[in-house]
T-cell receptor, first 115, second 108 residues
Framework: DTEVTQTPKHLVMGMTNKKSLKCEQHMGHRAMYWYKQKAKKPPELMFVYSYEKLSINESVPSRFSPECPNSSLLNLHLHALQPEDSALYLC??????????????FGPGTRLTVL | KNEVEQSPQNLTAQEGEFITINCSYSVGISALHWLQQHPGGGIVSLFMLSSGKKKHGRLIATINIQEKHSSLHITASHPRDSAVYICAVAYNTDKLIFGTGTRLQVFP
């Protein structure tokens, strides 16, 4: 199994809703990443988990809350989002938390719309 | 100013043409990644390289560390190659710095 899966594919939520994005990989990768991508822009790193511990938080607002329950799963909990948070949310993984020696495998993304 | 510059920003080609996309970066790096993103979102890693040249099918990636420059070549281009190609560099281990992407359209 060489893929990263993400659910749901699409999500529409109101500003008062609480929802979660899910990401899964079964490649034994020990680093997992959340990115946010706006239209026609490159991905922006949000969080990095290294060996199931949060190693990077790129000053992301607290309305985004990541969670790594085990080495295969990565969640992104969403609460009280703003319309400007509408974007494509991409999950990625790499064999080791070193992008100088390891490629990233990306999921298909969740397209989020906040009304 | 983006630390990773790509050119051209947009590229159109006829099927069969040889295509080159360029990437320049400002300081020494440990590795450079070439990524492909089709409309609809998913990103695929094409190459990771820190020196020399790599080839996979019709795709070739080269890097010149001294000149801080990398190129992605596509031989015998095909409409299915239409996508955004993104160069990303790793200065340290944890994260990538992305270029702004090159939007390629190949017409039959």
């Amino acid at each position: 199994d060489t893929e990263v899966t993400q659910t749901p594919k699409h999500l529409v939520m109101g500003m008062t809703n609480k929802k979660s994005l899910k990401c899964e990989q079964h490649m034994g990768h020990r680093a997992m990443y959340w990115y946010k991508q706006k239209a026609k822009k490159p991905p922006e790193l949000m969080f990095v988990y290294s060996y199931e511990k949060l190693s990077i938080n790129e000053s992301v607002p607290s309305r985004f809350s990541p969670e790594c329950p085990n080495s295969s799963l990565l969640n992104l909990h969403l609460h009280a989002l703003q319309p400007e948070d509408s974007a494509l949310y991409l999950c990625a993984s790499s064999q080791v938390p070193s992008l100088t020696s390891s490629e990233q495998f990306f999921g298909p993304g969740t397209r989020l719309t906040v009304l | 100013k983006n630390e990773v510059e790509q050119s051209p920003q947009n590229l159109t080609a006829q099927e069969g043409e040889f295509i080159t996309i360029n990437c320049s970066y400002s300081v020494g790096i440990s590795a450079l990644h070439w990524l492909q993103q089709h409309p609809g979102g998913g990103i695929v890693s094409l190459f990771m390289l820190s020196s020399g040249k790599k080839k996979h099918g019709r795709l070739i990636a080269t890097i010149n560390i001294q000149e801080k420059h990398s190129s992605l070549h596509i031989t015998a281009s095909h409409p299915r190659d239409s996508a955004v190609y993104i160069c990303a560099v790793a200065y340290n281990t944890d994260k990538l710095i992305f270029g702004t992407g090159t939007r390629l359209q190949v017409f039959p």
